[in-house]
């Protein structure tokens, strides 16, 4: 019994993963991720009229990736070291006499535990904000994690905007404040374009445009991009023709409402260059929406800078564009090779002053606490679930198994229990090494209680899964979208954006096994990413291996218990309690399950789990 109905949740798995790849075609990775080869960027960057370094979705990585595990150390530069890089670059712009801009599309929010350390009374990224904005930005644009909290998003509007003054761009996003007369108003959270002079004289307008974005908390307002290109103040903003339009905004490149933005430009400026800089899908992307325009997405999390040089002519000319683009891994020795500098003569002070005031701010921040030693890499995509590398395994059949029996009457009882839960509980992989308080905040940011429905017979338990998975995580069920929560709503955002991430990966893997590139090259090179975009060329400036990517299902399990008398406890995440409610009432007709039936398992947080975990199993 148990043996058989192991081999149903593993089938139910694969099953649900119906674009799952040749497991023959994945590289052994286990030597990879432990070489010590340092990896040179390929060649020197295409220097144009108009250069611009961009960065966007760094969701408060400004340490870098500090594991030992590749592809990390790929990106482990500083934001004291991307700001020693800006400053070389500027001084390399200068003396070829061109001009360099510097543009973020944003996602300053939510990611690791320098955004989201803060101490109680706190606002979140406010004090990593101090040290982002030392990076002399030329255009910025809000990106959705500013606004699922208002304290955030008045932040931003209050602080970070007053920092950067019109650089600080939120074409279609407002706040509600008090105004002079203690009356509410809506106003822009930054300004809504911005319309400026370079260094060597080019006349640019700048906007700063985010996707129908409809998460946002209460007093924050997104406008759809197609009822924004419909104002007079766009019509205004757009009808002077400069040297060029800078569209920076968190927007994904591909599939998304850039072309809205960009036919109402063409429409009265049919030739003038249009440069995109996009994000939110934390993809590195390029595309040409017509030959005299390029839109690129920079990553995610300060593992890539994006650069994009352009070569100007003059008004009215139709020849294609002639620009590069490139995707640089976030390291001190990409930062060295193309600033030609070495370790003596790279750092600056500013640099080095920042870095120490991120990792002041770790200390306060008690980031550096460490819960346990992690025996080995678990990964989400990179290891086959299931297995013993893969995050989802160890998360399901022992940290989360481990902390509820510890802190349980019905297991104190022996009551034996099953336990279900969504595969997007775990945002990041977790590495051998140390873990941290920091890196509990990283890999587990998601805040549910886990509840259970007692005595459910076996044989229905075993079928909640497959039926799960069978449906998939995306199921609305009739009359539910009206209703469904805000967390449901914001659940569903970003669990697009993961999905978009691992398709890439998995796009990449297969196409690199594909292609006669992995017949040749492949002692030399090391793990990271290996873009495949729609521009000319090759985009990566350093040639890799891409990283393995296994699908995985949407729901995941753990081992099957001995049921007694047929029965066992139902356990699973508050989150899908309406969905797993209604597949037990579809499985079986003996009751009518209702969300009465469902209580608190144990009186532990599902954000606590790893960190309890890494406490109880790893020291
Ligand atoms: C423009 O094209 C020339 C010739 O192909 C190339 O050498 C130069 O680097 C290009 N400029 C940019 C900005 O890529
Ligand atoms: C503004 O309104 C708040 C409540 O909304 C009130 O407490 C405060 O006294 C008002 N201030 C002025 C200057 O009217
Ligand atoms: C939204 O803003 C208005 C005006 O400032 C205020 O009266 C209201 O309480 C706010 N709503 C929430 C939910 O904070
Ligand atoms: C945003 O604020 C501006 C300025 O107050 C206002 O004119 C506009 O109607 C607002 N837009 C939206 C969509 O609320
Ligand atoms: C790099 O720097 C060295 C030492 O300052 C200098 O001799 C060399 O010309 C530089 N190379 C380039 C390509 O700028
Ligand atoms: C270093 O940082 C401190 C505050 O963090 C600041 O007061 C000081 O001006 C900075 N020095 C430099 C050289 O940037
Ligand atoms: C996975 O881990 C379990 C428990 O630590 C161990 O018994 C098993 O041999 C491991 N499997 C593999 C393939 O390493
Ligand atoms: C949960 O378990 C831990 C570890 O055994 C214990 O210290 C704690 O008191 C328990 N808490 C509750 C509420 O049972
Ligand atoms: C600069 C740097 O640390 N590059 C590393 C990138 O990752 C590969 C392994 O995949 C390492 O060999 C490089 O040293
Ligand atoms: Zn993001
Ligand atoms: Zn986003």
Request: hydrophobic letters at 40%; charged letters at 20%; glycine letters at 8%.
């Amino acid at each position: 019994m148990r043996f058989s109905a192991r081999l149903v949740l593993r089938v139910a798995g694969a099953f649900a993963t119906a674009r799952a790849l040749e497991t023959a075609t994945q590289w052994p990775v286990s030597d990879l991720k432990h070489s010590s080869k340092l990896s040179q960027p390929s060649r020197p960057l295409e220097w144009g009229d108009i250069n611009i370094i961009s960065t966007t979705d760094t969701h408060g990585w400004l340490l870098g990736h500090d594991h030992s595990s590749f592809p990390e150390p790929n990106y482990s530069g500083t934001w004291g070291d991307y700001s020693a890089f800006v400053t070389h670059m500027k001084e390399l712009a200068v003396e070829k006499d061109v001009d360099l801009l510097l543009v973020d599309s944003g996602d300053l929010h939510d990611g690791t535990g320098l955004v989201d350390g803060f101490p109680a009374g706190g606002v979140d990224a406010q004090d990593a904000n101090e040290f982002f904005k030392q990076i002399p930005y030329d255009v910025l644009a809000i990106g959705n994690h500013e606004l699922y909290v208002y304290a955030n998003t008045y932040d931003m509007h209050m602080n970070f905007g007053q920092h950067y003054k019109d650089r600080y761009l939120s074409s279609n996003v407002n706040i509600t404040v008090l105004g002079a007369n203690n009356q509410s108003v809506s106003v822009p959270v930054g300004s809504r374009f911005r319309k400026f002079t370079t260094r060597k004289g080019r006349s640019v307008t700048a906007l700063g445009v985010i996707f129908n974005f409809g998460t946002n908390d209460v007093n924050t307002t997104v406008q759809r991009v197609e009822d924004m290109v419909k104002d007079q103040w766009f019509a205004d903003a757009i009808v002077e023709e400069p040297d060029l339009f800078l569209l920076v905004g968190h927007m994904p490149v591909s599939r998304d409402r850039w072309p809205l933005v960009f036919n109402a430009i063409r429409a009265v400026h049919p030739t003038t260059p249009i440069l995109i800089f996009g994000g939110h899908l934390h993809v590195r992307d390029c595309l040409q929406l017509d030959q005299r325009s390029v839109s690129l997405a920079s990553g995610r999390y300060m593992e890539t800078l994006g650069w994009l040089s352009v070569d100007l002519d003059s008004q009215g000319n139709t020849q294609p564009l002639n620009f590069s683009r490139r995707y640089l891994d976030a390291n001190v020795v990409t930062y060295q090779y193309h600033t030609n500098r070495t370790d003596l003569t790279f750092g600056t002070d500013q640099g080095r002053n920042i870095t120490a005031g991120l990792r002041g701010l770790e200390e306060r921040f008690r980031l550096t606490e460490q819960y346990g030693v992690a025996p080995r890499d678990y990964s989400m995509t990179g290891a086959p679930y299931p297995s013993n590398d893969s995050i989802l395994t160890l998360t399901v059949e022992e940290a989360v198994p481990t902390i509820l029996a510890l802190n349980s009457s019905r297991a104190a009882e022996g009551i034996p229990s099953l336990l279900i839960i969504s595969s997007g509980s775990q945002r990041f992989d977790i590495f051998k090494g140390p873990f941290t308080r920091n890196d509990e905040l990283t890999v587990s940011p998601f805040v549910n209680q886990y509840i259970f429905i007692p005595d459910v017979p076996f044989e229905v338990a075993v079928k909640v899964l497959p039926a799960l998975n069978g449906k998939g995580a995306e199921r609305l069920w009739p009359g539910e979208q009206e209703g469904e929560s805000r967390e449901m709503r914001a659940w569903r955002v970003e669990r697009e954006v993961e999905r978009e991430y691992a398709h890439w990966l998995e796009d990449m893997h297969r196409q690199y096994y594909e292609s006669e590139r992995s017949a040749t090259v492949q002692g030399e090179l090391t793990l990271g990413y290996v873009t495949a975009d729609a521009c000319p060329g090759v985009g990566d400036d350093v040639a890799h291996l891409p990283l393995p990517a296994y699908p995985i299902p949407d729901f995941i399990a753990s081992r099957m218990p001995e049921p007694v008398d047929g029965k066992v406890d139902l356990i699973f995440v508050d989150f899908i309690e309406g969905q797993l409610i209604r597949t037990l009432n579809e499985l079986q007709t003996e009751r009518m399950y209702t969300r009465a039936d469902a209580s608190v398992y144990a009186p532990v947080w599902s954000n606590q789990v790893l960190g309890r975990y890494a406490r109880v199993a790893w020291n």
